[in-house]
């Protein structure tokens, strides 16, 4: 078994407690969760929800039907299941800052952050999660690298959620003695960040991260590396996401949009070797568009003798549930590497599952590539046969 | 220094020839050539064209340069140098049947196919070459299986040209000595025909082939591997081609057409682990796009929750360059492994290069895949560092 | 109230009859109905089916609400109100050849085609339909322009489904003087046909069609007018079709696949002024496509300066749907115009509705002209305020 | 012979004098030309370029013929007739502001604006321009619709550079008597400006514009009519435009950017009849695109009974030589109609040129309607037979 609690109850949650209680049921076919192909040492059927946090006013204190079913309703059968477990009040720092939300972080309502950790440090004690999923609204944050430098922030209140939720998280891991690990899905940096991993690494936990690599960012890593394996020059690049989930209209606020155009780029020259000019950021919100955003990509190269190709890809695709699916894996084979004692930040697993890879330096690869490499990987550790 | 001969001086053979003297010259960047970051035991420099056969009357007898001024005069410049080698009349059993081109092949100037193959594997003789390179235009072909069963086809004139030519090659690497190399980047089955497979190893020669891996089907063969790897169920995929070169005027009579669905067919189920419905082949032949094609893909799956995606790749590409510069590498490592004693057909070298990869039975794999298993193979028998 | 008879209850004719009795039940928004926004005659709630006719045996005898359940009933909800029509016997003449359905003809069951005729006039005599829609499969059929020639086809039993039924329906007219219409959304030509019109007009009646314009062709059209008005010289048209419905399945049967061909085409030259290459064609089935078929169109042209442009159209569209809607209006115009006495073929509403709009030897045009053009002549008859 | 002075020496401009030298000398089809097909009273070899201004520079007492190499010598031919002229120094009034160009104002050489614009009116009297083409970089302004406050603006220098050209123009043509053309390709209002439009109008004179009709705009009108005539009803439409030229540069810059969205949006309710949710504006720079501009577009739909249908465009356009054989048009046109004593600002060569046609609260219409109705009107003026 392992228990699992969500930090931010919003789509790409509702639609991974939907579908996890789904498969359990035998109702769905585990599309879209990367290994349910390969015998893990967990099964999905041994994850297990114990909490939820969220800031929003109209969720907290709700049960997790009740907020799947205004989400969602109209798209998927909502299991009963979902009743009994309620969305608990989490951190805040204002992440939500400047969206058509009613929102309270705990840090409000107990008025100093400090508190606000302090208590969460208490209920984790009490809920005994293994596995921490981090899928709150795309939100500013820097990485630290200096314990020190986060704890005072934290201290100060003056820190993100996610660098907030972490520390808690990691003090929890620390007091009990119990391995943990964190999934950081979003682009905050808590993989890249020296202080976050080494707050993990001396509780013996993990923290896997940054930012969930769904959409049109793997693709795009592997188009790019289908170019380069040719030597074919890459001229420029364009690409263009528009879609009508939280997460678009939040990156419509120009400085959270700046957090994934940061992740985004970072693939060219790694992959290339060369950079070339691109423009690859989220474009825009519309609302009728709701969580099956459209994708759009011009990518144009000097083949041989000097001739020009180009290649157009367009994709309309479900935003949210791309991303519930890896987080599947996530949980199953986080919680197996710290079955077998590693910590820290896993790099390979990383480079697999995420958009911005930590530790902080390390490098994109092709995601084709990369999912050998793990492979190899978790044979080694005994964790796949 | 390398000695190549080419078969069938169409629009490939005119950009490989053409490509090759510009590099030369250092008026032409490599791109298009996968391996030309790597320091290959051969320098593309080392390249030298000493043969050409045709069996088109307007071609026959005239210079490469007259040839690649017609093909592609107003696209690029043609290399001075290419007036140096002459089209020499070829094998044609029928190749070209069907297609508004006036022609005739040796063995009707000769009288009969084996009076045929013993000029060639005398000229063969002369001219000394290292490689060959079949790029004849798509022509309908089975394979053998049977060395004895190829022997009676070849003397009752009753079989492939790609065929008679691969046995005329045998015999000559056979009766001289020298180690060869034939590459076949066209559909018929000669790396993937026993028979073919077993002359060559006999001849301490190597056959490498079948049907160079440009286009659509290779990138189609990483976008399955990445759909995968994510194990999303692909519920059907469509890929219409269409373009204005010889190949595709060809590919408009049905039997041809048949040809290369067969090869491209292949890769769904190799990839995927499972058949889905599709149709994938040439679709058409439209004059005024020239050798610059035009592909459409739709490929849709079940993503988690069994909700539905989809994609739309869309590219204009130039077909000939793109495998002219496949071919350079091919005669590069193709030597090389026959440098290093490697002989009949090198399954790892076709697996990144081929659509249909032989020896017969062998798989399609994901070309990223492929490309660093070929890596580290090259690595293994010191051809890469 | 206007009476109205379906020749084939295939899916759009079941996507007709469950949108119309919806609309009637204030379910839907009359959406894909051309005309919805402008007050006709004759309300869509006037629309009564009053008959079915088909060659199944898996349909005959049923329900339209049996049979609308098995096609859509996973994707729309069935009124009951479709449980009182049942499928009636029609005629066959090999229209579904080759197609995996058992079907028997009512020709076959009498004995004669001439007896099949004879009792569809009786039925429709006791039935008093006052539009006729034709939705049978598409079929091979050629014009005859003699009615004489027409006659003895019948006799001899050797025509099209689509001709017989247009013999039995002008007789049915002429004999009760009953003015009736008759649309012919498939491709058979009888608005085309000089002996099908000039029936029509002896019984003072209408011959609307042929082949109702969904889909790719009629924005085509416009694409090229748009193109056509900035006098921008097109160099070549690729367009693709595929699709998993039963009209899908019978164009890959070749001759069948002919029909729609020609069909398609007249519209380059007919709206550019000149022919221009073009491959405009049904391209393949695909089943799990369905009745959402996937278009892919590319046009490239020469702009100011002798500079190239190009213009790639994606499309996913459901099929049937569309062809619906626009029978909804070509019901109510239709009888609105024999209200009018109109007579013969009305060329100015195949312009719009149709792709191969007759009579015989009539052009293509931009459908957002043809629409204009339209609006005015309905205005003039007084059938349009 | 029509006298033409030009207004920003950038690529429009260049493309067009280039263009109209290469009809000239018979050396290039009237592709882009719209109406090449009609017979004009004025032939495109009746146009005669008289006078050039810009403020760069680096362009500034430069013939055409070297500000044309120096564009796109590497592209096109470059006329020596283009030695001729030389660019003279225009006004600036920060049009260029932000952007990496050195530029200077005739207004800064001279002190003041006023100064400016009664040199302009010399410079005019002496060049008899009948035909003025504004193709200025975009730059921000506002309309006044008084005369008496745009005067004083232009008193005081604080107007848009169009709007002193424009005043300068109409100054001109009232004190010589001579009818003039003011072709406004620029999203600046002046034709939708009631002072400017007055000011021509007492000067017997006219003002075309705002804003050339090219790319996806009109195009996007024209799928919208196609949409709108089927009562197919639009859920919401996503246009992005990425290109590499200076326009889409000094996009790049928020408050240009902002003029463009405000021209392209004004299509949706315009033809649609309501408004739907869409994102259509310029959406980034990518200097490797060069003036071939990428555009893709998402457009769904409900169909009948309630069904989703989607399409997807994509184009690989050349952004200015596609205003350019509109200005062609435009000044032949435009020079015809004041032959004819039209003045002020005529609606219906707006509504077919024009993304923004004047007069103020004009609105938009399909192009392919458009196209008709001017039409018949310049029939009805007997300027088209």
């Not at 950079?275 to 459209?294: A, Q, R, V």
């Not at 999912?371 to 046969?385: R, V």
Request: aromatic residues 8%.
């Amino acid at each position: 078994m392992i228990r699992v609690a969500i930090l931010g109850q919003g789509l790409v949650a509702t639609h991974l407690v939907i579908g996890v209680e789904r498969i359990k049921r035998g109702e769905l076919e585990p599309y879209g969760v990367p290994f349910a192909r390969y015998r893990l040492p967990y099964r999905i059927e041994d994850i297990e929800f114990v909490a939820s946090y969220d800031v929003d006013d109209s969720k907290v204190g709700k049960s997790l039907y009740e907020v799947a079913k205004k989400l969602v309703g109209d798209l998927l059968p909502v299991p009963e299941s979902l009743k009994e477990i309620h969305v608990r009040r989490g951190i805040h720092l204002g992440s939500m800052k400047g969206l058509p939300f009613s929102v309270k972080g705990l840090e409000e309502e107990l008025g100093d952050l400090p508190s606000a950790v302090a208590k969460l440090v208490d209920e984790f004690k009490e809920l005994k999660p293994d596995v921490f999923v981090n899928v709150i609204t795309t939100e500013p944050a820097e990485a630290y690298h200096d314990i020190e430098a986060l704890r005072k922030a934290i201290e100060r209140g003056e820190t993100s959620a996610s660098h907030a939720y972490a520390y808690a998280i990691a003090a929890y891991a620390k007091e009990t003695g119990r391995k943990v690990v964190l999934i950081n899905a979003i682009p905050s940096p808590l993989a890249r960040d020296d202080a976050v991993v080494k707050l993990f690494e001396e509780a013996n936990s993990i923290v896997v991260g940054d930012d969930g690599a769904t959409g049109a960012t793997p693709l795009t890593a592997d188009l790019l590396e289908h170019l380069a394996q040719r030597n074919r020059r890459v001229l420029s690049i364009a690409q263009f996401n528009i879609g009508g989930n939280t997460d678009f209209l939040a990156l419509s606020v120009p400085e959270r949009n700046l957090m994934k155009e940061k992740t985004k780029s970072s693939i060219v020259e790694d992959i290339l070797g060369y950079d070339t000019p691109h423009f690859i950021k989220p474009t825009g919100y519309l609302e009728p568009l709701g969580d099956k955003k459209f994708v759009s990509m011009h990518i144009w190269w000097k083949t041989f003798n000097g001739l020009d190709d180009e290649l157009v890809v367009n994709m309309r695709i479900n935003d949210s549930p791309a991303l519930a699916g890896l987080l599947v894996d996530l949980i199953r084979i986080g919680k197996a590497l710290t079955d077998k004692d590693v910590k820290g930040t896993p790099y390979l697993l990383n480079a697999f599952f995420m958009k911005s890879p930590g530790p902080r330096g390390a490098k994109n690869m092709a995601r084709i590539v990369a999912y050998y490499k793990l492979l190899d990987w978790l044979k080694e550790l005994g964790i796949l046969a």
